[in-house]
């Protein structure tokens, strides 16, 4: 028996897809929101501390060094493979993702756009050059010999909390090119999303018939004002996520269940059951 998310997927036919970081939590990577959308924890580091303050830096690079590994290393799950279905499907105008752990990509997807960039990625802000990050792991454990072996839980998009610690023993690397900083090629809080990306996403979004939020409360306006603009322009939007989100009392439909088992009809081994 078909769901209300099936019939709705189904209606579609060039679908834009907006996910967030309830698509990756099965992956092992902690999201930031609680059910009522609220932060669960202090607020990401901003731009403007990170580029101004040597110590954001040695505070952010000494949690990265210990986070990175588990983003680094995480696997896609059923969400990303029901998206790569879909895809397959031939019903996706675009998959955008807030995330910046690359796991669509990963698990196949290949009409994707990432809104706020890519954590496996690091920019020099010195002279644009790009440098793998487990190319900067390998330079930050060579700076801060040890430091790999504290104690630290996992945080969201490869932070981990350290207490305790004095960072301003950590030695953070310059450019290897120009001794610039380095930066996570990633959309910190107070920074903008660059023009032309936005501009593609309009784009797809003009050509959409509808609109599917999968795993995102949309509380940051970078994501919700392209489901704003939908709904403005009168197309259907879906959002399929546990707990609030800023958008609801713009949706068509909303579904309240882990993004995984509610997509999981979209898999070819669901259409042999």
């Known amino acids: 028996m078909s769901s209300p998310l099936a019939d709705f997927i189904d209606r579609a036919q060039r679908l834009f897809v907006l996910t967030g970081a309830g698509c990756s939590t099965d992956s092992g990577i902690p999201d930031y929101r609680d059910a009522d959308g609220q932060w669960k924890r202090t607020p990401p580091v901003t731009y403007q501390a990170f580029m101004g303050e040597l110590a954001t830096r040695q505070r952010y690079w000494a949690r990265s060094l210990l986070g990175w590994p588990r983003v680094g290393q995480a696997r896609p799950n059923g969400t990303h493979a029901a998206l790569v279905a879909l895809e397959a499907r031939g019903q996706l105008e675009v998959l955008l993702t807030q995330n910046v752990d690359r796991l669509h990509q990963r698990a196949g997807s290949r009409a994707v756009i990432d809104l706020h960039g890519r954590l496996d990625q690091v920019r020099c802000m010195g002279c644009e050059a790009r440098i793998a990050r487990e190319d900067v792991q390998h330079l930050l454990l060579a700076c801060n010999p040890g430091w790999?072996?504290?104690?630290?839980?996992?945080?969201?998009?490869?932070?981990?909390?350290?207490?305790?610690?004095?960072?301003?023993?950590?030695?953070?690397?310059?450019c290897p090119q120009c001794g610039g900083i380095l930066k996570p090629d990633v959309v910190?809080?107070?920074?903008?999303?660059?023009?032309?990306?936005?501009?593609?996403?309009?784009?797809?979004?003009?050509?959409?018939?509808?609109?599917?939020?999968?795993?995102?409360?949309?509380?940051?306006?970078?994501?919700?004002?392209?489901?704003?603009?939908?709904?403005?322009?009168?197309?259907?939007v879906a959002a399929l996520n546990l707990g609030r989100t800023r958008a609801d009392d713009l949706l068509s439909l909303k579904v309240e269940q882990s993004c995984a088992s509610a997509l999981a009809f979209l898999l070819p081994s669901a259409a042999n059951a």
Do not use: C, I, K, W
């Open 148 to 174: 790999d072996q504290l104690d630290a839980a996992q945080a969201p998009d490869g932070d981990a909390d350290l207490d305790e610690v004095d960072f301003s023993r950590f030695q953070v690397p310059a």
């Open 188 to 236: 910190f809080f107070g920074e903008n999303v660059p023009r032309d990306r936005v501009a593609t996403v309009q784009a797809h979004l003009a050509q959409a018939d509808a609109v599917l939020v999968v795993g995102s409360s949309l509380m940051v306006y970078s994501g919700f004002r392209f489901v704003q603009a939908a709904a403005t322009a009168g197309l259907p």
